[in-house]
Structures are given as structure tokens and as C-alpha cells.
């Protein structure tokens, strides 16, 4: 019914940047709050940042300063961009989004499949 499709991850250089982007497709009616989590090897999968429908962001202490999250909502897409990027980022990232179905009364939570960032010389 929903699906979230990540791209832009990428190998990159210490210091580098990216620019992730998570698109939203379906039988969608709203979307709510929209958040990038990431996973790395051994690791719980944490979040590293959110945004609301009406652009309230917020964002994990390690990333405060170096990423950016946006959102599009005609286009239903959320980002991330990712500067002063270092090793410690380097994990699986994904977007999750909280999306009311046409023809439903609430909203869902949907996670996209993920996105491999790798910060390496």
C-alpha cells in the first residue's frame, strides 16, 4: 500500500557530504511526522534525526550541527543532508514515516528498506 524508497547513500570521505532522499508512494491520504534512523554493525538502530508535517525538527546530539533534515511534502519526500561526515557514521540509514491511508482514520508507521552510508578513506 505504502512504500518509502531510500537513496544517495554512497562511500565518502571523511570531511565529505551526502544528501539522502526517502520518497513516499501509494494510497496515501497525509503524512505525519517523517525521522531518519541508522544502524550500524553491532549496534541498536537509533535515530538521527525527525521532522514534523508543519517542519519541527529535532535531532540526535552526535549529528547536532552537521545534518539537515527537510521535507517536500508535495512530493511526499524527506532528506538528509549529511556534512562533516565521520567514520562513526557509517551504518545503514533509514526513514520512517507516520502515513494515513486514503479512506483510513489513522496514521501508520512505514519504515523503507535502508540506505548504506560508508565514511572511509
Known amino acids: 500500500q505504502v512504500q518509502l524508497v531510500e537513496s544517495g547513500g554512497d562511500l565518502v570521505q571523511p570531511g565529505g557530504s551526502l544528501r539522502l532522499s526517502c520518497a513516499a508512494s501509494g494510497s496515501i491520504f497525509s503524512i505525519g511526522a517523517m525521522s531518519w534512523y541508522r544502524q550500524a554493525p553491532g549496534k541498536e538502530r537509533e535515530l538521527v534525526a525527525g521532522i514534523t508535517s508543519v517542519g519541527g525538527t529535532n535531532y540526535a546530539d552526535s549529528v547536532k550541527g552537521r545534518f539537515t533534515i527537510s521535507r517536500d511534502n508535495a512530493k511526499n519526500t524527506v532528506y538528509l543532508q549529511m556534512n562533516s561526515l565521520k567514520p562513526e557514521d557509517t551504518a545503514v540509514y533509514y526513514c520512517?514515516?507516520?502515513?494515513?491511508?486514503?479512506?483510513?482514520?489513522?496514521?501508520?508507521?512505514?519504515w523503507g528498506q535502508g540506505t548504506q552510508v560508508t565514511v572511509s578513506s
Open positions: 520512517t514515516a507516520e502515513v494515513r491511508l486514503v479512506g483510513s482514520s489513522r496514521r501508520w508507521p512505514y
